[in-house]
């Protein structure tokens, strides 16, 4: 069974960091794209950011780029992103999701980050 | 990368149809194939119900079906059950190897 599980969120300051880890299972990790994507609170999906297999191609979300980085570490079954220079409108709850067939296949159950002061 | 169009809400009483569309532009839901659409149920996360415009993972039921025409793609939920009452979300790739949601559209069973 394919599982998702997300740690590292919580309550960070404007211009703050955070990091959130995404710990797989169930599946071959390094054969595939990963991603992430967010929903702040009461509203719709927001692609962020995606990962190729072997971390040599990246993708972000224009609002942001600059300030946030996904990477991986295949060894460890794990993605993550750095998050830095919040800002409130960062505020969400953020999934990261494994893809398949250029859709999102698998999701984690999602990990709330808070930016305020 | 601005958000798709879907209309805010739809309805259909048990055993209807409901139709959702999705519109963007040549840069996207035209430009490629790769038209997905979720569900997701309140505090849950999103669910897989239709991938390449038209295909269905396993599992999903043969009551949703999807399709696209030029920029816009749409979902279909025959038979509506009252567990299909859900938000609704498609997405597409677009080009810069990026990717865009729709504004999202509650169904409601009546």
């Known amino acids: 069974e394919v599982q998702l599980v997300e740690s590292g969120g919580g309550l960070a300051q404007p211009g703050g960091s955070l990091r959130l880890s995404c710990v797989a299972s169930?599946?071959?990790?390094?054969?595939?794209?990963m991603t992430w994507v967010r929903q702040a609170p009461g509203k719709g999906l927001e692609w962020v950011a995606h990962?190729?297999?072997?971390?040599?191609?990246?993708y972000y979300v224009d609002s942001v780029k600059g300030r946030f980085t996904i990477s991986r570490d295949n060894a460890k079954n794990s993605l993550y992103l750095q998050m830095d220079s919040l800002r409130p409108e960062d505020t969400a709850l953020y999934y990261c999701?494994?893809?398949?067939?250029?859709?999102?296949?698998?999701w984690g159950q999602g990990l709330l980050v808070t930016v305020s002061s | 990368q601005s958000a798709l169009t879907q209309p805010p809400s739809a309805s259909g009483s048990p055993g209807q149809s409901v139709t959702i569309s999705c519109t963007g532009t040549?840069?996207?839901?035209?430009?490629?194939?790769?038209v997905s659409w979720y569900q997701q149920h309140p505090g849950k996360a999103p669910k897989l119900m239709i991938y390449?415009?038209?295909k269905r993972p396993s599992g999903v039921p043969d009551r949703f079906s999807g399709s696209k025409s030029g920029n816009t793609a749409s979902l279909t939920v025959s038979g509506l059950q009252a567990e299909d009452e859900a938000d609704y979300y498609c997405?597409?790739?677009?080009?810069?190897?990026?990717?865009?949601f729709g504004t999202g559209t509650k169904v409601t069973v009546l």
């Open positions: 999701a494994r893809r398949q067939w250029l859709a999102l296949e698998n």
């Open positions: 169930g599946f071959t990790f390094s054969s595939y794209w």
């Open positions: 990962i190729r297999q072997d971390g040599s191609e990246k």
């Open positions: 040549s840069s996207d839901v035209g430009a490629y194939n790769y």
């Open positions: 390449e415009v038209t």
């Open positions: 997405s597409s790739y677009t080009r810069g190897y990026n990717y865009v």
